[in-house]
């Protein structure tokens, strides 16, 4: 199989350092907040990747860290604690806020058939790991203590951007905003391995450490959780093309120090869903929910589709226009393929051919659009029957899980809500309402969206109709 590699900048053999297994890191959402429809891209295209090593036969271990230790938007003094702020909008203690988003994301997750890894790891459950690593590089002369904090010493390491040769000033389109400044850093890209109370006052979570009472950096964060899980060597690497710098440069250069020897070879990151009006950010406050696009009538699947037409190497951009399309598209091929019926049997030489043209679309950097025209294939393919058809488009969905074959059942399961479930949901809702909690608001109204169940507001009260 081929695939992209950020941090060679080529088209790769992929070869695991283990023959057989692959390890698998993900940088987690930080949980302040619900995730847009960007976020769900970059996790979506990771799952076909991770399903896809799956279907050509690696054991996979996979991996996700959850960032619920604050999440700076700069080492700055000047840089605000997302968390923090996240747990001061909703009245809630950081804890609370962290399960709420948690839990939203995977509900999202699950609803786009995006399995979930199998270590999900949140920061605050790593912090002795982080101390350990820190003291570490500290004692290998990696780490210098300043202003109260303790840095990472870029300087100290051989090369310190290994993904692109660029320009400090002359970062890629789409790569986080540089670097601030730290009157405490010794050199401009220098970052924050652990903070102690020199950089907020009222910071909620603190642990006691070496250096005093305080939180770790974000970075030695994922490094420290891929390392603790996943070993010394780490096969494939993934995130969203806005973590190459600095997140995942530094995370290169503290691992490898602490290390002492290369640590991932693989680097997998998705570009950006746009807009019309440019990055679809979590900061921004404006962006797309999943939710969202479920009150408006469309489904999980929809979106799963609409991602996959496109390669994960390419931003793609989210208007009304383009995704109704796919959205049309996608219920087009799912009622085509419901249609089949299950004629002849099983055609071993017919079903090897066309699996052979879904691998070659996938193994060529995980072109995705491409194994999905071999589903349109399969439908048209005058030399197989309706049997194999069948067991091709089961078989494709292992890595595409579109449920394309699915509906009967989920129908089933689903079963409708009846009018007094929804009536209770409505007053769940204006309770939620009242004590003044709109995100489980929002939650509700969501659930009953997606269950067909479409509320309106009005003075007398909430009413509520069935699509
Ligand atoms: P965050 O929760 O902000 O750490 O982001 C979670 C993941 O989504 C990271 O891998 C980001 O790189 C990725 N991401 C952020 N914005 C976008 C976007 N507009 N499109 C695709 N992925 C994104
Ligand atoms: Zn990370």
Redesign the pocket.
Known sequence: MKLYNTRTRQIEEFIPHEAGKVSMYT????VYNF??I??L???LMEDVLEKYFRYVGYDVKRVMNI?DIG?LSDDADSGEDKMLLGAKREHKSVLELAKFYTDAFFADCKKLNIKRPDVVQPATGCVEEFIRVIRDLEKKGFAYKAGGNVYFDTSKVKQYHVFFNFKEDDLEEGVREGVDKDENKRNKNDFVLWFTKSKFEDQALKWDSPWGVGYPGWHIECSCIAMKNLGEYLDVHC?????VFPHHTNEIAQSEAYLGHPWCRYWFH?????TAGG????SSGGFLTLSKLEEEGHSAMEYRFFCLLSHYRNSLVYSEDNFENAANAYRKLKSRALALTADGAVDEAGFAKYKQQFCDALDADLNTSLAVTCVYDVLKAKDIEGATKRALIADFDRVLSLDLLKEEEKKQDEGGLTDAQIEEMIAARLAAKKAKNYAEADRIRAELAAQGVVLTDTPAGTTFARK
Not at 279 to 282: T, V
């Open positions: 940088c987690g959402p930080t995730a847009h960007g976020n891209r970059t996790y960032t999440h995130g969203g093309i806005d973590n998705v570009l950006h869903l746009n990055k679809m950010s979590k």
